[in-house]
């Protein structure tokens, strides 16, 4: 299988899940010329069960386009798992040979998806079907986990840490976490995290922002 070494592909749970993790990296490979390509798992349609799933999914899919082109993406794709049945519904729904497909058609370099100690159950999930994807396909890239839950990181101290700056994207990452306006409370929860986290980083290698991943692959 022929990787293409400037597609990147970001494997998520839900809409926004890209950007709060890798969301200034994908910026700045965008930016670089890069392909990046973002799969996500569930429509998150249960952030809002005041209101129909269908206005849900619609506001969803519209927003995380909309970001998607203001990043620089080159696209999204949505699977269509409910949450919280993410582990039954990639059995059920058979997505694994739709998965796989996907990898092929973008022959990605370099992957980033959840991390395997993230608090969040659907997070993990992912992280556990990307994972025996690439075990049933043989498809040998970089995998690179990252985090939005997760505030300490004891389970991941084994594996390779590399950090990347994003200095010049970081103002980007803000924008575009803002035009999810239909998740306002989560956007609020975790606002001062994605500050925190990008200036600690940042101070590990002498920048002002930066994100951190763990290589599993």
């Given at each position: 299988?022929?990787?293409?070494?400037?597609?990147?592909?970001?494997?998520?749970?839900?809409?926004?899940?890209?950007?709060?993790?890798?969301?200034?990296?994908?910026?700045?490979?965008?930016?670089?010329?890069?392909?990046?390509?973002?799969?996500?798992?569930?429509?998150?349609?249960?952030?809002?069960?005041?209101?129909?799933?269908?206005?849900?999914?619609?506001?969803?899919?519209?927003?995380?386009?909309?970001?998607?082109?203001?990043?620089?993406?080159?696209?999204?794709?949505?699977?269509?798992?409910?949450?919280?049945?993410?582990?039954?519904?990639?059995?059920?729904?058979?997505?694994?040979?739709?998965?796989?497909?996907?990898?092929?058609?973008?022959?990605?370099?370099?992957?980033?998806?959840?991390?395997?100690?993230?608090?969040?159950?659907?997070?993990?999930?992912?992280?556990?079907?990307?994972?025996e994807t690439l075990d049933r396909m043989k498809y040998e890239?970089?995998?690179?986990?990252?985090?939005?839950?997760?505030?300490?990181?004891?389970?991941?101290?084994?594996?390779?840490?590399?950090?990347?700056?994003?200095?010049?994207?970081?103002?980007?990452?803000?924008?575009?976490?803002?035009?999810?306006?239909?998740?306002?409370?989560?956007?609020?929860?975790?606002?001062?995290?994605?500050?925190?986290?990008?200036?600690?980083?940042?101070?590990?290698?002498?920048?002002?922002?930066?994100?951190?991943?763990?290589?599993?692959?």
């Amino acid at each position: 299988m022929v990787k293409d070494k400037d597609s990147v592909l970001v494997i998520c749970a839900h809409a926004d899940d890209h950007i709060f993790g890798p969301g200034g990296t994908i910026a700045k490979y965008a930016k670089e010329g890069k392909k990046v390509y973002t799969i996500i798992f569930s429509y998150g349609e249960g952030s809002h069960p005041w209101f129909q799933r269908t206005y849900t999914i619609k506001a969803r899919v519209k927003e995380a386009r909309e970001v998607d082109k203001f990043i620089g993406g080159s696209g999204i794709i949505f699977l269509g798992i409910e949450e919280n049945k993410v582990i039954e519904q990639f059995k059920s729904k058979k997505m694994y040979p739709k998965l796989k497909k996907l990898m092929l058609q973008y022959s990605p370099d370099r992957i980033f998806t959840h991390a395997i100690d993230d608090p969040h159950p659907d997070h993990r999930a992912v992280n556990k079907c990307v994972v025996e994807t690439l075990d049933r396909m043989k498809y040998e890239c970089e995998v690179y986990m990252f985090d939005v839950w997760t505030i300490f990181n004891f389970k991941k101290r084994d594996y390779v840490k590399i950090v990347v700056d994003i200095s010049g994207t970081f103002k980007t990452k803000i924008k575009a976490l803002r035009m999810f306006q239909s998740q306002g409370f989560a956007l609020f929860s975790l606002m001062w995290s994605i500050y925190w986290r990008a200036w600690i980083s940042g101070l590990g290698i002498h920048v002002k922002y930066a994100e951190e991943f763990y290589k599993i692959r």
